[in-house]
């Protein structure tokens, strides 16, 4: 099992920045890819930015220019840098890690969530 742990959300004004960070522990290994998702009220929860084992990036329209995903490999830890923050941005950020098993089955996990609130 793959257990992730999410910190650094909180409230900030718009134009400022946060960082996002995901710890990942347990069966870290096989993880293939983490990212991050977020869910604002009444809305679906959508792809913020991912990054695979290789290093390969991918955003959301929406955040590109704007959000960086690192990973700190050394430390099985993920980051999603955060400028230039807008109201629309508020939600709750999930941490999210895909790995596959001996069977070539893959596996979502996901962290709690942080909450993210960025005022006009």
């Known amino acids: 099992q793959v257990q992730l742990v999410e910190s650094g959300g909180g409230l900030v004004q718009a134009g400022g920045s946060l960082r996002l960070s995901c710890a990942a522990s347990g069966s870290i290994l096989r993880i293939n890819r983490m990212g991050w998702y977020r869910q604002a009220p009444g809305k679906q929860r959508e792809l913020v930015a991912g990054i695979t084992s290789g290093g390969t990036t991918n955003y959301a329209d929406s955040v590109k220019g704007r959000f960086t995903i690192s990973r700190d490999n050394a430390k099985n830890t993920v980051y999603l840098q955060m400028n230039s923050l807008e109201p629309e941005d508020t939600a709750v950020y999930y941490c999210?890690?895909?790995?596959?098993?001996?069977?070539?089955?893959?596996?979502?996990?996901w962290g709690q969530g942080t909450q993210v609130t960025v005022s006009p």
């Open positions: 999210h890690a895909r790995d596959r098993d001996e069977r070539l089955v893959e596996w979502n996990h």
